[in-house]
């Protein structure tokens, strides 16, 4: 989650104070981990190794680290599990998530707060009524990009969204994702966004281009730390693809309701579930498409 107005200064140098630091060096970036409170060496290790397996999805997604420098602040809480993430870039990038000190190799294995927050630091920070495309971002890539490294299966990720888009689709009193500002538009909402963009341009460029293509080159020239305009991100990335699929989706669904026939477009991809199992159908006519999308 990103929440770009906060700030706490004295929390920070409290952190500080009694912080253990380490540096990881990941494509040429530097990530500067601080704990707020000591833990033991098997619980920083699985931290560690944790945002190492993030980084490397982001890098193999995005084809860089999405920043120069990150500060990702560690906060240990009593408990199990990593939850509570923000990212900022107002500040000098800076991710913080809490970590359970009771936590296991598996529930870091499950964690995908820390992908998320990564995903923020690649795209220009927008105004409050386009906050949808920057969570929309963060829910749709993380899962695809962790499949591209097979930390996640297709079935995995494909499921999750055929289970939990639906909670993007506008409620009555809807007024398009620029106006409502709810959880579910916001997060979920802002994903449907993402999904068909990645869907739309690959329909549109024979598979040639995705989302991702886009954002590589919105991230080229600006990342959280740059403040933009939604419409100059839209025109750039339309132009990395050649397709203008984020204008035309934008002008759709900026200020209307629109309800996208999610049932529709599994079966045009080719994505079933049989008795709680995924499924996958190849002579749908889509079929390519989603395969691009989580392929390693
Ligand atoms: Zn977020």
């Given at each position: 989650m990103k929440y770009l107005a906060f700030t706490c200064v004295c929390l920070s140098v409290a952190m500080a104070a009694s912080s253990q630091e380490t540096k990881l060096q990941i494509a040429g970036s530097e990530i500067d981990v601080v704990f707020g409170s000591p833990v033991s060496d098997g619980l920083r290790e699985l931290v560690l190794d944790r945002i190492k397996l993030s980084a490397k999805a982001i890098v193999n997604y995005?084809?860089?680290?999405?920043?120069q420098r990150v500060q990702i602040d560690v906060s240990p809480y009593f408990g199990r599990g990593v939850s509570g993430g923000h990212a900022s870039g107002w500040d000098g990038p800076r991710i913080r998530i809490s970590v359970g000190k009771e936590s296991t190799a598996a529930d870091f294995a499950e964690d995908w707060v820390t992908t998320h927050e990564m995903v923020h630091l690649a795209f220009p920070s927008q105004e409050d009524r386009h906050h949808w495309i920057e969570e929309g971002q963060a829910v749709y890539i993380e899962p695809v990009a962790r499949a591209r490294i097979g930390e996640l299966t297709p079935e995995k990720v494909w499921g999750d969204m055929v289970r939990d888009?639906?909670?993007g689709q506008p409620a009555p009193g809807d007024r398009g994702l620029d106006y409502t500002h709810t959880w579910g538009r916001t997060y979920w909402g802002g994903a449907i966004f993402c999904l068909l963009a990645d869907v739309q341009i690959r329909e549109r460029t024979h598979n040639q281009k995705g989302l991702e293509d886009a954002l590589r080159v919105v991230l080229s020239e600006g990342n959280i730390e740059s403040e933009w305009p939604l419409d100059r991100a839209i025109a750039v990335g339309d132009k990395a693809t050649g397709v203008p699929v984020l204008h035309d989706l934008y002008e759709q669904m900026k200020a209307t309701p629109i309800t996208v026939d999610l049932d529709g477009l599994w079966k045009r991809l080719g994505v079933k579930k049989l008795n709680g199992q995924v499924v996958f159908d190849?002579?749908?006519?889509?079929a390519a498409v989603r395969r691009a999308i989580t392929a390693r």
């Open positions: 995005y084809r860089r680290y999405p920043v888009m639906p909670q190849d002579s749908a006519p889509l």
